[in-house]
């Protein structure tokens, strides 16, 4: 006698035979605490600029007794941790270590379809303001005042090359004159070459 084919080679529970019901089942310790936690927020951009230039080019003078936040590099008064320098402390800030320290995940709110369109709009609306601010009359009179400039500094290099060419003038003049007096005493130079 051959036994029937079963329909599905995997073998099936019957879960009402082992009374496996988790909604039934008591909670383990470290369920309740993941329970009893708030739900982390959707991660949100910053409200405030990353204070980077601060102790830019300054120095000081850290001791041993000197406490974290004082001490050299960046500290995250969050975390509590101090970063040496400032590609490492941007990377800090959007870790996952201080964003969960934050309190938040690191999943983004999902945009809708409304709020891609009225960003959208916003953004159009910000770019034709820019372009009727900047009309035609302030781009002339932007271009008159950058030529007059030009045509200064231009003035200005003509005047120091005549200037400069009048010194060499006058300096040659002199130079002829000592020549001249030079020779009515008899000297050919003043030791500028030997003759044999």
């Known amino acids: ?115 891609v369109k009225q960003r959208f709009e916003y953004n159009k609306k910000k770019m034709e303001e820019t372009k009727k601010q900047y009309d035609l009359d302030e781009r002339i009179k932007e271009l008159k005042e950058e030529e007059e400039k030009i045509k200064a500094y231009r003035k200005e290099k003509k005047k120091q090359k005549k200037f400069k060419s009048i010194e060499e003038k006058e300096a040659e003049e002199d130079s002829g004159e000592a020549l001249d007096m030079a020779s009515v005493m008899g000297f050919s130079g003043f030791g500028g070459s030997k003759k044999s």
């Open 1 to 115: 006698m051959s036994l029937p084919a079963p329909e599905d080679h995997r073998r099936k529970w019957d879960l009402s035979q082992y009374g496996y019901d988790t909604k039934k089942r008591p909670l383990s310790d470290e369920e309740k605490d993941e329970e009893s936690k708030p739900a982390n927020e959707l991660l949100k951009a910053r409200d405030y600029k990353v204070d980077l230039e601060s102790k830019l080019g300054k120095t000081m003078v850290i001791s041993k007794s000197t406490p974290a936040n004082l001490a050299g590099g960046y500290y995250c008064n969050i975390c509590d941790c101090v970063v040496k320098d400032s590609m490492n402390f941007l990377d800090h800030i959007n870790g996952k270590k201080h964003i969960k320290n934050l309190g938040m995940s690191m999943k983004i709110e999902r945009s809708t379809l409304d709020q």
